[in-house]
């Protein structure tokens, strides 16, 4: 966590052009055409171990590093866009490359929550790249594809990656992505609940296409850290559960 207040400047919390995917643009300007490792190039991200939340001129009063993780293809890049600028990047999928970030401040109960969200790359190739980032991640959003099984199957094995490589008291939420997607879904909605409950993780399901649970997503995870920094009662991860299950919103087509 970093604390900080920088002058709000018009603008300011938007990324370098060179950084950012046009809205509705074509597949190719699309975020995630990253830097293969530190350290990068003066816009891209910072490399592990020097963080730089205070970049950008953004007015906030706390701040976090937030990694999306999972299998290619899950849609990592897809939920950022969607939370970042309320748009699906449908068409062809490209995927990421290395690793790539946005930021995006929240107004947590009066507090202005800085979250650095880092969009990392599924592929096996991007593993150690990845690596070096989870000892900075204040929290991780572990995704899973509720179209393919094979995505949902491996999220043991991403759970050991994050055990091995992640801050112990990282704070951490499971989703269950495109459930948009009722014709091809494969993971039943009971089978992602029973999977976080016997990992004692927060759940939800979402669709970044829809826009489904996508911001409460980002906001649970922002009122949990908001909360540690600024409270130190150990019930705060059950507030999180409480949190995520009240709020969370099934969509009526989207039912297995
Ligand atoms: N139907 C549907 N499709 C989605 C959703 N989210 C992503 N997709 C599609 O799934 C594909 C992969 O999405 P990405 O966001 O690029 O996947 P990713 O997890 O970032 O993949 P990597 O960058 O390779 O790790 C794209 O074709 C998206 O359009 C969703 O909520 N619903
Ligand atoms: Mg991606």
Redesign the pocket.
Known sequence: MSRKKTPKSKGASAPPASVLPAANGPRAARP?TARLGPPGPPNGPPPPGRPSLGGGGDFYDVAFKVMLV?D????????LVRFKDGAF??GT????VGIDFRNKVLDVDGMKVKLQIW?T???ERFRSVTHAYYRDAHALLL?YDVTNKASFDNIQAWLTEIQEYAQRDVVLMLLG??V??AQERVVKREDGEKLAKECGLPFME????LGLNVDLAFTAIAKELKQRSTKSTSDLHFQLHDYVQREGRRASCCRP
């Open positions: 995630g999972g290619s293809g899950v849609g990592k890049t897809c939920l990047l449908a999928f490209i995927s990421t969009d790359a599924g592929q995704l992505n495109k948009d997607s979402t669709s970044a296409k």
